[in-house]
């Protein structure tokens, strides 16, 4: 007799198929592949968490600038490696409107989104000093991340920040870059999974430890302005985005168009690199990739050529349409997506109520914000433990594990989940306690 909404035989059936024995291991991707059969077997529909897909319209301005490059004739040409002007220089305008920086616009690159981004930095940062072979993860962080260093070959480290907030982040920090290998840091701000944001003394810390040790910052802002505490979405209006770009000038942004701008399916983002490492020389580069000494030439002639050729030319348009409307404040992107913070108060009232807990609870001692991720545990269960037993109540999402958390619990994304599944999410917690309460 089955006492769960979903049959415990069918899960673990599944899970034995995937090779899957322990889900603390197990990737997003994996998780979604059978999260997949198990509904096309049950008939069931999960709620889904275990994956940020966008779930909001895509920005209409985008959608029909995209309709009409196409119809312009654009797919018949091959793009620009650097990236189509306009959207190099609006680009640029969104950067100085929304987090006040100075940038040029020759060093914004379209990349296949900020995956591509991600990779084509990874290689390059990696290879410009031999005695720097190390790229230092401020987690918990986007777990495919290490996924592109694991492919890649090149060596990373990483820590927990939960402890290390304020000035004890600069001890921590110090303890690793004085060692002299680490090449890069890199971290999301919002956070991916914990949702926590770096405060303006973090960045200044980071940024000033960038330049004692010459170390290269990444910042990956996949969630651009999505901390809903503050209003970040009113061009050339304080309070801005904020950034490490403030501190330093050896840094790399990722700004992305999947979640900001609900465009994940056209796979663009930008990376942007700062001024003064754009044309940066480093001898070690022409050595290993031929071509340029220049960090810049090296990221779009040698490295971006080779992996793609290009960013999809009709997409470009896309963008920089979405970026020109928000740009002369036509397009109030940050409004179009706090559906996801709303989403997430809701359902973090129901795990709490059903006797879960939020792992990451705080920005140092501000409540933490309500967004696209949230953090879950339950007394007396691992996170694996607690993703599989889930899995037979119909609820999906990743273990911290994964991301370089020292925690033991999940994180749950609220993007996949409607509104119209809250009352089922909700059952089926009340299910999982009344089975699980001590």
Not at 244 to 260: G, P, R
């Amino acid at each position: 007799m089955n006492s769960t909404p979903i049959n415990k035989e069918v899960v673990n059936n599944k899970l034995q198929l995937c090779e899957i024995t322990n889900l603390a291991d197990t990737s997003i991707r994996d998780v979604v592949r059978v999260v997949n059969m198990i509904e096309e077997e049950t008939g069931e529909k999960f709620v889904r968490m275990e994956m940020g897909v966008p779930s909001l319209e895509p920005a209409k301005v985008g959608v029909e600038a995209e309709k009409q490059a196409l119809d312009n004739g654009v797919a018949a040409a091959y793009p620009m490696l650097e990236g189509v002007k306009m959207l190099k220089q609006e680009a640029s305008r969104f950067i100085k409107s929304f987090m006040d920086i100075n940038l040029k616009p020759e060093g914004i690159v379209p990349t296949v989104g900020s995956m591509q981004g991600g990779f084509a930095a990874f290689m390059t940062i990696a290879a410009c000093d031999k005695q720097k072979d190390t790229i230092l993860f401020i987690d918990p962080g986007f777990p495919v991340q290490k996924t592109q260093l694991d492919v890649l070959n090149q060596k990373y480290v990483s820590f927990d920040v939960y402890d290390y907030r304020g000035e004890k982040l600069r001890e921590k920090l110090e303890a690793f870059l004085s060692k002299g290998n680490i090449a890069a840091m890199i971290y999301s701000n919002p956070n991916n999974p914990a949702w926590i944001c770096l405060t303006q003394q973090e960045l200044q810390i980071i940024g000033e430890l960038s330049k004692k040790y010459d170390v290269t910052v990444i910042e990956d802002l996949a969630y651009f302005a999505m901390d809903f505490r503050s209003d970040l979405g009113t061009p050339n209006v304080a309070p801005f985005q904020p950034t490490v770009a403030k501190y330093t000038d050896n840094y790399i942004l990722m700004i992305s168009s999947s979640k900001v701008f609900s465009y994940a399916g056209q796979r663009i983002g930008l990376l942007c690199i700062s001024d003064g490492l754009f044309h940066r020389k480093f001898a070690n580069l022409k050595e290993r990739f031929g071509g340029s000494e220049e960090f810049g030439y090296t990221v779009i002639y040698r490295i971006i050529y080779t992996l793609s050729s290009g960013v999809s030319h009709s997409a470009q348009y896309a963008l920089a349409a979405m970026l020109k409307a928000a740009n002369d404040g036509d397009f109030d992107f940050v409004s179009e997506v706090k559906e996801y913070g709303e989403r997430a108060k809701i359902m973090k009232k129901l795990f709490v109520e059903n006797g879960f807990h939020i792992i990451y609870d705080k920005d140092m001692d501000k409540p933490l914000a309500n967004g696209f991720y949230f953090t879950i545990g339950y007394p007396g269960m691992t996170g694996g433990e607690l993703a599989k037993e889930l899995l037979y109540y119909g609820i999906s999402a990743i273990c911290l594990d994964e991301t370089g958390s020292l925690k033991q619990g999940l994180r749950a994304c609220v993007s996949q989940v409607r509104r119209n599944q809250f009352e089922d999410l909700e059952n089926r917690l009340k299910a999982f306690s009344k089975t699980h309460q001590k």
